[in-house]
C-alpha cells in the first residue's frame, strides 16, 4: 500500500483541529461537594502515536492568552467529545497551567461542574469513573524534528536535548525520529469515550449504516453552523464558528485518508527520504487507538 507522508510544512498546514489523549497515569478526583472535578489534559515528554512529542511549555502562551486568569472572551474550554457547542459544554476551568505531579510534567485542569440537570449527570459520571478519558483540541505552532545522527544539524540537537526526557524512548528508537512540539494552539479540553489522536471513529470494516450516521452528525453540525452564522454575531461565536470549521476540515480529511481493510491495523511502509534530507510523517494515521 503507498502511503501519502508529511513533510514538516504539511504537518503544520495540514493539521486543521488535531486531538491527542491524555494517559491516565493520574487519578481523576471529583469533589463532589464543591462539584470540582480535577483531571489532567496531557502528559508531556511522551511520545505518541504520530510520533509527537508535546513538552513543558507548549501550552504556555494559550494559556497566557485564552486561560482562566486572561481577560478574553473565548476562553479555553472543557467540552466533551470535541464538540464546540453549548450543548456539549461539561464545565468552567478554575484551574489551568502547566506543573510537575507525581514526577510527571503535566497540563493540569480543574473545572467547576454547574448546578443543572446535565451538570449532575455530568458529575456523578466522573465520580463513578464513567468519565475516565480526556483530550486535548488543539493546533500545531511550532514543532521541530528531531532524528537519530541527522545530517540536519538543528534535528540532530533535539534529538540529543530531548530524547533522554523521552518517557517512551523505545518509540524514538523503533522510528529514529520523533516530532518535539514546541508549542500548540490550545482550544479545548473533552472528556472522551475512548483514547484517540483523531477526530474521527475507527471506520474500518464499518457498516453503510454507521457511516451514513457519521455523515448525518456532520450534516447537523454544519447546519448548525449555518444557524449561528449572523451577521451580529459576538467575537466568541465568531470563533466557535471558526473552531468548528477547523473541525470539519480535519475529519473530512481523515475520511478521505481512510482505506477499505481487512484488518484493523495499518503496517507501516518504509519511509523514503530519497528527495529529503529529514524523514517524513505518516499522514494516514491507524483510527481509534487506546492508552
Not at 498546514?13 to 478526583?29: L, P, T
Not at 486568569?69 to 466533551?80: C, D, F, G, L, Y
Not at 464499518?206 to 451580529?232: A, G, V
Not at 517524513?280 to 494515521?285: A, S
Request: proline residues 3%.
Amino acid at each position: 500500500m503507498s502511503l501519502k507522508y508529511k513533510t514538516l510544512q504539511e504537518k503544520l498546514s495540514e493539521n486543521f483541529y488535531g486531538v491527542k489523549i491524555a494517559v491516565n497515569e493520574i487519578e481523576i478526583k471529583t469533589d463532589v461537594e464543591k462539584r470540582i472535578v480535577k483531571f489532567i489534559g496531557n502528559t508531556y515528554f511522551l511520545i505518541d502515536e504520530d510520533q509527537d512529542m508535546l513538552i513543558t511549555g507548549c501550552c504556555a502562551k494559550s494559556i497566557a492568552d485564552r486561560g482562566v486568569n486572561s481577560n478574553a472572551t473565548a476562553k479555553i474550554k472543557h467540552q466533551s467529545d470535541h464538540v464546540l457547542n453549548t450543548k456539549n459544554v461539561v464545565g468552567r476551568l478554575t484551574v489551568l497551567d502547566e506543573r510537575v505531579i507525581d514526577s510527571l510534567n503535566v497540563l493540569y485542569c480543574e473545572s467547576y461542574i454547574p448546578e443543572t440537570s446535565k451538570g449532575n449527570d455530568d458529575l456523578m459520571n466522573y465520580r463513578e469513573g464513567i468519565y475516565d478519558n480526556h483530550s486535548i483540541g488543539f493546533r500545531y505552532k511550532n514543532l521541530v524534528l528531531a532524528e537519530k545522527d541527522s545530517v540536519n544539524e538543528l534535528s540532530r540537537q533535539a534529538w540529543n536535548e530531548y530524547y533522554p526526557l523521552a518517557l517512551n524512548p523505545i518509540k524514538a528508537d523503533e522510528a529514529g525520529y520523533f516530532w518535539v512540539v514546541k508549542e500548540i494552539e490550545l482550544f479545548e479540553i473533552s472528556v472522551v469515550s475512548y483514547g484517540a489522536n483523531s477526530l474521527t471513529p475507527n471506520l474500518t470494516g464499518k457498516s453503510k449504516e454507521s457511516n451514513n450516521k457519521l455523515k448525518q452528525e456532520l450534516f447537523e453540525r454544519i447546519d448548525e453552523l449555518s444557524r449561528q452564522l449572523k451577521p451580529n454575531a459576538e467575537k466568541e461565536e465568531r470563533k466557535t464558528i471558526d473552531l468548528e470549521v477547523l473541525q470539519l476540515k480535519q475529519i473530512i480529511t481523515e475520511l478521505e485518508l481512510v482505506e477499505p481493510s481487512k484488518t484493523d491495523t495499518l503496517e507501516p511502509s518504509t519511509i523514503d527520504t530519497k528527495h529529503d534530507d529529514v524523514p517524513k510523517v505518516n499522514l494516514l494515521k491507524t483510527i481509534s487507538k487506546n492508552y
